[in-house]
């Protein structure tokens, strides 16, 4: 206290005299001062408090790009190498689980149809191309299975839909879902794997009825569905691979608040430019 005394009067008398005032020698004053916190360390104390506001605001989820972008947004002037050393001298790191793929082999493979986008994931305009696929979650009542439909244009979920069982009402689900929201005209591409649930005269009769064109996978090729296997290692790294599941009940309202509040709102992507799914169609839209 008596150190802090004379530096707060130090600018209008002589820090001698202030010493010889509280009984402390100018020596022990000095060596007080230079372990007191630089101003650059100051500024990194406040900055790595922001950096960890934005860690928990987006779920842990993001690297130190997409933080240093975060907040450039909110006007917090910083440079990308320095959020990313205070990021790592602090232990600050993205959510991420080593990912383990199980395939399901289909050695019925008749009534496929063609591959219509050879991995040309690039999409001009909204609704033109839909990627749907299904995976499996673990909880302690058993497997929940997600299926889900994405615009390749947005990368925005436009459908999903979940059952206990992979029957052919989950992938329905999540597709007419998504025509429901998007009333897409005719002529989209729907691209999916070689399912037989997307194979199924049902499915086809909905999708026909829409004007949608079916694409499908090469046989056993999943980098040709890749948009949509991003997608699911995604949520999984993110939230799945994070939560004690109990039940399906708690699996599915956590999933729908990770698509419809973060996901497709709140999360940026790096392949649209730094903007989340709703930005971008906005800007299309010249919303």
Known sequence: MRYAFIDQHRQHYPVTRLCRL???????YHAWRQRLPSARAKRDAQLITEIRRVHVEFRQAYGYVKTWRTLQSRGIAC????V?????????????????????????MEGAAPDLLQRHFTVDQPNRVWAGDMTFIRTREGWLHLAVMLDLYSRKVVGYATDSRPGQAVHLGALQMAIKARRPEA???????RGPQYRSGAYKEVLASSGIQASMNGR??????????SFFSTL???????VDLGSRAQAIALITDYIEQFYNRRR???????????????QYRGA
């Open 79 to 82: 440079g990308k190498h320095r």
């Open 236 to 242: 999984k790294n993110e939230l799945i691979h994070h």
């Open 220 to 229: 056993k090729v999943p980098q040709d569905n890749a948009v949509a296997e």
């Open 268 to 282: 940026m992507h790096e392949s649209l430019g730094y903007r989340t799914p709703e930005q971008f169609e906005k």
């Open 84 to 108: 990313a050393r205070l990021r790592r001298e602090h232990g600050i790191e993205p959510k991420r689980v080593k990912r383990q793929r199980t395939t399901v082999e289909h050695h019925k």
């Open 22 to 28: 509280v009984e402390v020698s100018r020596s022990g």
């Open 187 to 193: 002529g989209l591409i729907h691209h999916t794997d």
